[in-house]
């Protein structure tokens, strides 16, 4: 079974140099980076932290950066977070998703089934 996934950011991290990082990797999370992500005294005093601790123990590569940090993931945009947050349920979970959807062409809402990714 695959342990890795390579993931596109839509937007991507800038660094201070100015160079955008897109591209990386997303290993799939034990019980130990969802319990130290819980026990995280950031996620302690505001579980909105959570998702950031978590990415920042699973994404094992983003473009050239050399380590991964929650200081990192707070600076990406809010469509990589939600990008990389929907990429790790799809990842940990063993069943599909239901996730609300509109049309971009005619505005319908409509609930959407996502398959979990197979390594």
């Known amino acids: ?12 991290y800038t ?12 290993r799939l999370a034990t019980a130990l980076d969802e319990i130290e992500s819980v026990h995280d005294p950031r996620v302690q005093s505001n579980e909105a932290y959570l998702p950031v601790v ?27 977070i939600t990008y990389l947050e929907d990429l790790y349920l799809r990842l940990n979970l063993h069943e599909a998703l239901t996730i609300g959807a509109v ?13 979990p990714l197979e390594g």
């Open 1 to 12: 079974m695959e342990a890795q996934f390579s993931f596109n950011l839509p937007r991507g």
């Open 103 to 115: 049309c971009p062409h005619c505005g319908l809402s409509f609930q959407l089934q996502v398959a």
């Open 54 to 80: 978590l990415l920042s123990r699973v994404i094992t590569r983003l473009g050239g950066m050399a380590s991964i940090t929650p200081a990192l993931v707070e600076q990406l945009y809010a469509a990589d």
């Open 15 to 26: 660094d201070a140099t100015g160079q955008v990082h897109r591209d990386g990797d997303m």
